[in-house]
């Protein structure tokens, strides 16, 4: 697979190549020079296989003239060792659960693949190299557990203080080692800011041998198609179209999505559901992007005001908003509606939203209830909600079972470095060590 910057199409780069520098020279992210295309057969076929089969059949039309056949298989069975269910609300409505790897978020499905990649792809290096992430939460803790003692590469995670929830911050700040948390006085955007200038830094970036393990990697957008094609064969027997709700902030799990739909998975559309930072549904009615301040909310995931995906986006639909409306809606909730999604979906089904899966629920019903055709629609839930649990109502936090994994990082010591959101400071920090 050759892959080229969106912002200077024409010069390309290996897969190993991109994922090393993480955003091209020019600033841009990364994507194929050719979107590979499966079979309807394979499609059809996917019914009778488990999650690992599919994923290794996406994997290997993504990647298999770049990393051997046997090395992806050995990637996927090490990387994707967790199940993926999907549960049945009612007759059209169904939640993909993917918060059942070691840190509760689907984060987990991206940062394993990467650390299990980059260590083959680097398994004779000699140099270390450093990772940069920034996270609004989840990314964070999942790159962390995914990287943590993994020889030869050394992690920073940068978070925005006092902007994510007790536990998430616990994830993030408990492991040491190759780990190093840095709290930023600031934003997610912020954090995501300081991560593009430490790449645009030229000595920084040489001499630290500098990738980010965020979603503007490959490594970690490719992966995330897998789970779509499997909730897709899960709900085949309906018959009926087949629409994804899926939590928008920094649009990578959105645009894996729409990759996997370009690679032939058969989705009717896309919904991308954001909290009150509604970059995105602002663009689809008006067609102008206009990047904003985020605004924190209790789906903190979410709180992105500039996302770096939305390029790759217009890039899969050739910069067409008309084409990309053919695909894709979107809607804004606040956290009252959030909030009450919640509770509804407890009375009614006995089933605990996260805040983020809440609001791609609220965008399900919303759609809904303007199609008059019949519709399966499956709502992407994309972390254990216990790791919310601080937001919740007292009666909500009675009926929310804290898994055994999540207790114990709930006891570990925090240890993180405050900085500015400015970059000399985080430059220091880089090259200090």
């Known amino acids: 697979m050759r892959l080229q910057s969106i912002l200077k199409p024409g010069t390309t780069v290996s897969f190993r190549e991109a994922v090393d520098q993480g955003i091209a020279e020019d600033g841009g992210l990364f994507m ?3 979107i590979p295309r499966l079979s309807e057969g394979f499609v059809a ?48 409505t169904s939640v993909l659960e993917l918060f059942h790897g070691p840190t509760l978020a689907f984060k987990d499905f991206g940062a394993r693949f990467m650390a299990h990649t980059m260590a083959y792809l680097h398994r004779n290096d000699t140099e270390e190299r450093t990772i940069l992430v920034a996270t609004s939460g989840d990314t964070g803790s999942a ?80 992966p995330q198609t897998f789970y779509y094609f499997n ?7 309906g018959g009926r179209p087949v629409v994804f709700s899926v939590p928008s902030g920094n649009l990578g799990n959105l645009t894996a999505g729409l990759l996997a739909w370009r690679m032939g998975l058969p989705a009717d559309r896309f919904i991308a559901a954001t909290n009150l930072n509604d970059v995105l549904p602002r ?26 995906n939305f390029a790759r986006i217009m890039y899969l639909f050739d910069g067409n908003v008309k084409d990309l409306r053919c695909v894709l809606s979107s809607a804004s909730y606040s956290d009252v509606d959030t909030q009450r999604m919640i509770v509804e979906q407890f009375k009614k089904n006995q089933y605990i939203l996260d805040p983020h899966g809440a609001v791609a629920a609220l965008a399900l019903h919303h759609y809904f209830e303007t199609e008059k ?21 007292d009666w ?38």
Do not use: W
């Open 32 to 34: 194929p020079v050719e």
């Open 45 to 92: 076929s996917t019914r009778s296989m488990t999650f690992q089969e599919i994923a290794f059949d996406v994997a290997r039309c993504l990647l298999e003239d770049e990393i051997p056949v046997g090395e992806i298989r050995r990637i996927i069975e090490k990387s994707m060792s967790f199940p993926v269910p999907i549960r049945i609300l009612d007759e059209r």
């Open 143 to 222: 790159v962390a557990h995914g990287f943590h003692n993994v020889q030869g590469m050394k992690v920073y995670l940068l978070y925005p203080s006092r902007r994510v929830s007790a536990i998430q911050e616990l994830q993030l700040t408990t492991l040491t080692g190759n780990v190093t948390a840095l709290e930023i006085s600031g934003s997610f955007d912020d954090c995501q800011r300081l991560v593009k200038e430490a790449f645009a830094d030229k000595e920084l970036s040489r001499t630290k041998r500098l990738t980010s393990a965020n979603s503007i990697n490959v490594a970690r957008l490719f």
């Open 231 to 237: 909730a897709y064969a899960r709900r085949l027997e």
């Open 283 to 308: 663009f689809l009615e008006s067609g102008v992007f206009a990047p904003a301040q985020s605004i924190a909310t209790i789906s903190n995931a979410m709180d992105v005001g500039n996302p770096s």
């Open 373 to 393: 055709r019949e519709i399966d629609g499956i709502i992407l839930e994309t972390a254990h909600p216990a790791k919310f649990i601080d937001i919740y109502e």
């Open 396 to 433: 909500m936090k009675k009926a929310i079972e804290v898994p055994e994994r999540l207790r114990t990082m709930m006891q570990g010591t925090k240890h993180s470095i405050r900085l500015s959101a400015t970059f000399d400071d985080l430059k220091t920090i880089l090259m200090s060590t």
